[in-house]
């Protein structure tokens, strides 16, 4: 059973897949900057994390399981990030300018993502084979922020922050999938108000972030 406004938007030829999905959205940031603000794990921002989640969601659908949605949505994330940074080191000795040798990157990392798709069709894995663009788009996406932080901080925080952000939508995604979540959004819609709430409370967090602790355990043991 749905609530009014959930049955109301359906009614008016909203598909209850997309409510339902912008339901979840406040839910999916909110998680994120929890991450960000209390345990202190950065990511790529916000935005990155999220999208990779919904990516994350749409495998799911199409694959029809959830494991299905972590396991080929990590395949395809991890195969961007690796090709993405054996290209950028090959055209390095070209000298080429930003935005071209982004534009060849992901050239390359969507060549590549389209050979792993046959691959798995020819082994079977139909699930992987089967992924639309939509999440593939997202994920290829990410070879530009990847890219960018390669340059102004280099290729270890790069990655490092690569692991944070699949380590942030697996969880993002895991809650996101969770079927009871899904419920009582449709059934009360003003349960995201309650995401809100705790954004503003996490936007007053001044407190150390767990990882903050374990980094200094010695300092703050001899205080």
Partial sequence: ?????????????????????????????????????????????????????????????EAGSFWDGIRYGTAIFVTVIA??????????QFRLLYLPRVAIVISIVALSTLLMLILGGAYQRTGLASVSIFPILIMITLVEKFVAVQIEKGKKVAIFLSLE???????????????????????????????????????????????????????????
């Fill in 1 to 61: 059973m749905y609530s009014a406004f959930v049955e109301y938007a359906v009614s008016q030829g909203v598909p209850l897949g997309t409510v339902t999905l912008i339901l979840i959205l406040p839910v999916v940031v909110m998680i994120i900057a929890f991450f960000r603000q209390v345990v202190g794990i950065k990511a790529f921002g916000i935005y990155t994390p999220a999208l990779i989640i919904f990516a994350f969601l749409a495998i799911k659908a």
């Fill in 83 to 92: 090709v993405g940074t054996i290209t950028r080191i090959f055209l390095k």
């Fill in 165 to 223: 952000t699949l380590f942030i939508s697996i969880v993002g995604y895991s809650i996101a999938s969770w079927s009871l979540l899904i419920i009582y959004l449709q059934r009360y819609p003003w349960l995201v108000f309650v995401a809100v709430l705790i954004n503003i409370l996490l936007g007053k967090w001044t407190g150390l972030r767990l990882l903050e602790f374990i980094r200094f355990k010695k300092l703050i043991k001899n205080v």
